[in-house]
């Protein structure tokens, strides 16, 4: 039986009694599932819900708006050929849809009536969204110097936003002291806790696996903040692995900014720095949930850190855009990434390289005004 | 043998040659195609691709970035089961992606290398974006009055963006003037003229056709400004019927604000009016190009126009948002759109209705604030 677990501990609890953490406040996963064949896969659902089977179990509704199936594309990027996974092409305009859908559905199926999440970017976004579509409530969390811009899109949807004084993790925690209390009626759906949330991730892997003609690639570059795509990708392929659908594990490299990169640094062997502010704001999470699963997931596979320059995340994303694909910086860090292990050959010519792009450039206009010189939108 | 066709006098011209319009400045259509059956589907060209047999003749490396199979979601609206076409789900947020793909593509294939835009919305990211991403160079024509904001995304594509002098038509004006101008060194590849477009734009008829199972739906309700989506679907779903593939036309509404709606007025038997502003930007076109042919396209399916007042435009974006569907008012105008036909009975309860979607809420993020009433963003 699936359960909830504590990797560290090895500890389990039942999945069917809602929990987002272990009895000593840490973030847990799933044990381990089978994964499935192809011929598991169900062709008419739509989008990602076609990976269904590979869930921990099937929500009879699934909160589905077209998530999942984004485009694989082929582009040469500094001389290099690799494939452009745009995850960004989803309904709210990131890859947290992925978790958001998976999270909210089997919730939902759960008895979850009314979510918490705190996030003013696209975790926030998804989760106010999907909440939206399913008839769920949501409450979103956010610093409350927070720009009204930033939470427009979860208004719309019709989310509660509730500004917390004081800074980002002032904000985390009050959203803990929430989660925690019955009474707050409201049940924490952290994008960054739930690991419901990286079951929906993990449809990337079975995605990249049916793109490809059912094989793995040789290495994904992916865009690293709390690391919830390494993780999904390293359950995903794990799962693959152990349903016998591939050979080997791919190569899963996490890109993170140099003013920002504490698992990068780690995999890298450097001593940790404090935080700077960068351009790649997705990615700059000082203090993510699960570094030692994070860590594991890029040694297991045989791939590693990258840490880049703002210079070099602002060059990425306007030669990105200069071919038409127009991403938040954030994860045109992943093309610079590319390169840099491209040129060191810790990826080789000929190899099958994926690079996730995860978050649509329209919500980074402001960065591209300032990056084009043409001043404040 | 595919032409060039001015659908009013039936005069017709080489495809061969590039040519945007008549010998007498008159906009040209193409002469009839004869359609596609399923079995000339390709089933793994991505996107719309698939259809690319139906195309007057086929680009050899088409310019393809993962637009088109949009999602279809079923809703209850108002009371009145309808299906969602999400063309907003595209590359760059809006259904311009099929035509600008398409056009570009087939223009690319005729030797053109540099083209020339008049658009600060939706047109012209597309046509900004489908240009960087097939190596062609693009100029983008826009009122100087016009927000460094709105052509942030063609700017990021490396389009050059040449602010023009006075009016909205003092920028068509130019643009046909440079498009006239051999000299210009741009071959005016408008939205809004080139024909070419709407053999993008008709394959989302093709699109519905598979989605609903090889059928037509009884009827398609269409946000309409200058009406590239409603002869889109005259021209796909007329070649279908003449490939005998569909029974017959669905009929064609036209969604239009009530602040600027010729064409659903001369549909309605209603007398011009001087146009106002309306918050549904995207389809403010008060003089469209082809005004006769889209007329025409939406009596010969038994369909016919809608007029929506502001309060109806913003209630209905609201009441998308609001089930996580995040577009721009411009296209949540046909819901509301929709909620009237079926109020009328022009649309009735068990007929399979298709509202198209055309744009992302993403760059309508000021919008949305202002009917939240959290102020200028």
């Not at 001389?79 to 092409?89: S, T």
């Not at 960054?192 to 059912?214: C, I, M, R, S, V």
Request: one cysteine or more.
């Amino acid at each position: 039986m699936t359960a909830y677990l504590d990797p560290r501990s090895g500890q389990t609890w039942p999945l069917e009694a809602p929990r987002w953490r272990g009895g000593d406040g840490q973030p847990l996963l799933l044990t381990d599932l089978p994964g499935i064949t192809r011929g598991e896969i169900e062709p008419t659902a739509p989008g990602l819900w076609r990976y269904a089977a590979a869930l921990p179990f099937l929500p009879r509704q699934p909160i589905a708006m077209g998530e999942g199936r984004t485009p694989l594309l082929p582009r040469r990027l500094d001389g290099f050929e690799a494939l452009l996974k745009c995850e960004w092409l989803m309904p709210t305009g990131s890859f947290k849809d992925r978790g958001a859908a998976v999270m909210l559905s089997l919730l939902r199926e759960q008895g979850i009536t009314a979510v918490l999440e705190d996030s003013s970017g696209n975790g926030g976004a998804a989760i106010a969204t999907y909440a939206a579509a399913g008839g769920m409530r949501a409450r979103i969390l956010v610093p409350e110097s927070t720009s009204p811009a930033k939470t427009v899109q979860s208004r719309a949807a019709g989310a509660e936003i509730q500004l917390t004084p004081g800074s980002r993790q002032d904000c985390a925690d009050e959203a803990l002291r929430q989660g925690n209390d019955p009474a707050s009626g409201f049940f924490y759906a952290s994008h960054n806790w739930h690991p419901f949330f990286l079951q929906g991730t993990k449809t990337l892997a079975y995605e990249l696996w049916e793109d490809l003609g059912f094989e793995a690639p040789d290495a994904v570059v992916i865009p690293c903040g709390a690391g919830s795509n390494v993780l999904g990708c390293d359950i995903g392929f794990g799962e693959l692995l152990r349903a016998g659908q591939i050979a080997r594990l791919p190569r899963l490299y996490a890109a993170q900014p140099a003013h920002c990169g504490p698992i990068a640094r780690e995999a890298l062997g450097l001593p940790p720095l404090p935080p700077r502010p960068t351009m790649a704001e997705g990615t700059a999470i000082a203090q993510p949930i699960r570094p030692a699963e994070v860590l594991g997931a890029l040694r297991r596979s045989g791939g590693g850190g990258v840490l880049l320059e703002e210079a070099e995340i602002a060059a990425a994303s306007l030669s990105l855009a200069r071919q038409g694909i127009y991403v938040e910086p954030t994860c045109a860090q992943a093309v610079a990434a590319l390169g840099k292990l491209a040129a060191a050959g810790s990826i080789r010519p000929g190899e099958r390289v994926v690079v996730i792009l995860t978050g649509t450039g329209l919500k980074a206009t402001p960065r591209y005004a300032e990056m084009l010189g043409i001043g404040p939108v």
